[in-house]
Structures are given as C-alpha cells and as structure tokens.
C-alpha cells in the first residue's frame, strides 16, 4: 500500500555531482524521519544522512560538507544532493522512511535502491 520509488542514479567522474529523489506514495497519514543509507560490495549498510519531519538533520562524517538532505512534504518527497563526488562514494543507495498509513501503525519503508558509480 505504501511505496517508495527512487530515482536519480548513475556514473559520474570523480568531482562531479547527482541528485537523487525518493518519492512516496500510498495510504500515507504522515512521514516522519526520512534518510538515506548506502551499501557497497562486501560492506555493511550505513547511514548516510537523515531528516526528520521538524528539519533536522544527520550526517556521516564522510559526507558532510559535500552532501546535503532536503525534503518536500507536498510531494512526500526526499531529495540528495551529492557533490564533489569521491569513488569512495560507490554505492547502492537506499531511500528509507517512517510513515505512518494508519492510526496506530508505522513503520519502516525501504526503496529499491538506486547505484552510483563514481569513477576515477
């Protein structure tokens, strides 16, 4: 019933930027923390940033001053804007989201994942 489908993926040279978007649609009463995670081969998932419904924001350290997280609440939407992108970014990445479908229901929503390739 809740879906979150993301876009925005693909190679880049090393420096370069991508901006990726995860849209959710369905019965949705209300979104609340949004963020991204990554994963590459042979490595643990991690969280990468994070944004909660108030503006608050999380950043790995890796990321910060080169990533940055937004949100557009009327089109349920959360947004990465990636730059001076660094082949150590290489990654599937996922969209997650806590929303709320019903009265006394939330939970964790997951995208299909999206791969960045940065290359050197």
């Known amino acids: 019933q809740v879906q979150l489908v993301e876009s925005g993926g693909g190679l880049v040279q090393a420096g370069g930027s991508l901006r990726l978007s995860c849209a959710a649609s369905g019965t949705i009463i209300s979104i609340n923390t949004m963020g991204w995670y990554r994963q590459a081969p042979g490595k643990q998932r991690e969280l990468v940033t994070d944004?909660?419904?108030?503006?608050?924001?999380n950043y790995a350290d890796s990321v910060k001053g080169r990533f940055t997280i937004s949100r557009d609440n009327a089109k349920n939407t959360v947004y990465l804007q990636m730059n001076s992108l660094k082949p150590e970014d290489t990654a599937v990445y996922y969209c997650?989201?806590?929303?709320?479908?019903?009265?006394?229901?939330?939970?964790?929503?997951w995208g299909q994942g999206t791969q960045v390739t940065v290359s050197s």
């Open positions: 997650n989201a806590r929303i709320r479908s019903t009265w006394d229901v939330t939970y964790g929503y």
């Open positions: 944004i909660t419904n108030g503006g608050s924001t």
